[in-house]
């Protein structure tokens, strides 16, 4: 994306030999490549960019920083500095530095403001959540064994009594304030899934407790909720 923002332009010249029409991508990427390293141009707070012009190849490079970086670093000192330290130098010296070769360098290097174009990183869109998982259906959330009077297409409470080992569940009818009766107790989704505890208990020990009639004991309940009648 292409915005302007106000700089301070860091501005030097120079001539290289040879013809514009040979002075390819790479020849560019090498030459901007020395130049970023020689004056410490480096985005994101130093902006380099080459404009090169025919006549043999004149090359004016600006070293664009962002006034709110320029105004809170030594970044345009520094880039200052380097460039003139560039400018100085004998057209032989600067080849070398550069990789490439310089017929003249202007001594002036100019340090102006100026509002100028620069492309800025797109901002990423924000994230969007995942949705939340679906709810299983209630009848399967409160383990039902056996549903009855259309219990399975419930999805607020059901009530759940144990019966012979099994877990039947039948509707909960009358509003918010409705309890169930007859010894079953109410399950929905605000409660957490009714199972019995995971390992040996699940698959044995559950079910050996109700039919010696141990559900009413603190620890059966504890680990056998589902089988005991007990969510």
Not at 61 to 75: F, L, V, Y
Not at 90 to 118: G, H, R
């Amino acid at each position: 994306m292409i915005a302007t923002v106000d700089a301070r332009v860091v501005e030097m010249h120079f001539t290289v030999g040879g013809d514009i029409a040979d002075f390819g991508d790479k020849e560019y990427a090498n030459l901007e490549s020395a130049m970023r390293e020689q004056t410490g141009c480096q985005e994101p707070t130093c902006i380099l960019k080459l404009i090169l012009t025919a006549g043999s190849v004149d090359v004016t490079a600006e070293m664009i920083i962002p006034s709110a970086i320029a105004e809170g670093s030594a970044i345009l000192s520094h880039v200052l500095t380097a460039a003139q330290n560039l400018a100085t130098q004998p057209p032989a010296a600067l080849s070398a530095v550069l990789s490439v070769t310089i017929e003249s360098v202007s001594p002036t290097v100019a340090s102006t403001s100026k509002s100028v174009p620069v492309v800025v990183p797109v901002p990423a869109p924000p994230s969007i959540p995942s949705p939340s998982p679906p709810h299983p259906p209630l009848h399967e959330h409160c383990a039902c064994d056996t549903t009855v009077n259309g219990a399975e297409n419930m999805h607020d409470a059901i009530c759940v009594k144990v019966t012979a080992g099994q877990r039947v569940c039948y509707p909960l009818f009358g509003g918010p304030h409705a309890s169930c009766e007859g010894g079953a107790s109410q399950c929905s989704f605000s409660a957490p899934p009714c199972q019995d505890t995971l390992g040996k208990w699940a698959r044995r020990k559950c079910a050996k407790k109700a039919r010696k009639n141990k559900c009413r004991k603190r620890k059966v309940q504890r680990h056998c909720p589902a089988t005991c009648g007990q969510c």
